[in-house]
């Protein structure tokens, strides 16, 4: 079975991506978390998909994924990890550049399936790759040690074989379960930013709304060079780098003992709730139809993919 039946399977559809295309979908994800500070919002936002538009961008990200995706060489990184605790700054790099992709094809997994969730081995190898990163970020020795032998488990054959099987039943959703599957993720940030102080947990949560949707017009722009859904892409990926340093500090400050993640409330920055705002309201208000999906009433955040 090869990644790219996979492909084939997951989109009905084959298509081959030039070099330059694949090239440009990674500088984008390189500047998913830059933050441009005078970027605004598009108007109108960009918030029509069609089915094909869908198989497209997932299509993208499975050739992605299986472009940059070097089973040994994640396996040997990892085992560098269990025996020394740090990788040295190239190594960094290229563990970065793996994680990347696998982030960008999990999120295409919960943006475009049916289910809207990625399947259980492959959403766990990307969990545990964040948590080992974090962990040798942080020199927490005991920690890089336990999820380094669990990433080296992961890449293993048989665990591969068996995230192949996974991604091969992924099945596309509708053009209209996905619209309504991101407004409900905004109504959801709608919700946690008029519920007040958030704890780490909650804010990761909302972090990790945004940064699927950096992800969906990060594709849709390498495939469709159109101005508003670049501006789209800044204006979200500007949220999402604010977001991510104030994450890092949490984490440390949570590995630390100074802060416990999951019950220490805090407001959110100025900086990152207006934005959030401006993001919910102009969503949100871009449908005022029957199709339109409140925040009130919605489930609170609860952890999501």
Request: aromatic share 8%; hydrophobic share 40%.
């Amino acid at each position: 079975m090869t990644v790219r039946s996979i492909r084939s399977r997951a989109t009905n559809r084959e298509e081959v991506f030039t070099p330059e295309t694949l090239e440009a979908l990674f500088e984008a994800v390189e500047m998913d978390d830059v933050v441009d500070p005078v970027v605004s919002l598009p108007d109108p936002i960009p918030v029509d998909c069609t089915e094909a538009e869908m198989r497209r961008c997932l299509s993208l990200c499975v050739e992605f994924w299986r472009a940059g995706t070097d089973r040994g060489a994640m396996r040997d990184l990892a085992g560098t990890l269990v025996l020394t605790g740090d990788l040295p700054q190239d190594a960094r790099v290229r563990y970065k550049h793996i994680r990347a992709r696998y982030k960008q094809l999990r999120f295409a997994l919960v943006l475009y399936g049916r289910r809207h969730k990625a399947p259980l081995l492959f959403r766990s190898t990307v969990a545990v790759m964040g948590h080992l990163q974090d962990s040798f970020r942080n020199r927490r020795r005991l920690a890089v040690l336990g999820y380094g032998m669990a990433l080296r488990l992961m890449m293993a054959r048989p665990v591969w074989m068996a995230v192949l099987w996974e991604l091969r039943r992924v099945r596309l959703d509708d053009a209209d379960g996905f619209l309504a599957f991101r407004r409900r993720e905004f109504a959801r940030l709608g919700r946690a930013l008029a519920g007040g102080p958030v704890t780490g947990h909650a804010f990761h949560v909302m972090r990790k709304i945004v940064s699927r949707q950096v992800s969906y017009y990060d594709t849709r722009r390498t495939l469709e060079p159109e101005e508003n859904l670049y501006r789209m892409s800044r204006f979200l990926s500007a949220i999402n780098g604010l977001m991510g340093s104030m994450h890092d500090d949490l984490v440390e400050q949570a590995g630390a003992g100074h802060r416990d993640y999951h019950r220490d409330r805090f407001p959110l920055p100025e900086d990152i709730g207006c934005r959030l705002e401006a993001l919910t309201a102009a969503c949100l208000g871009e449908s005022r139809t029957g199709a339109v999906i409140a925040a009130r009433g919605m489930p609170s955040l609860e952890p999501a993919e």
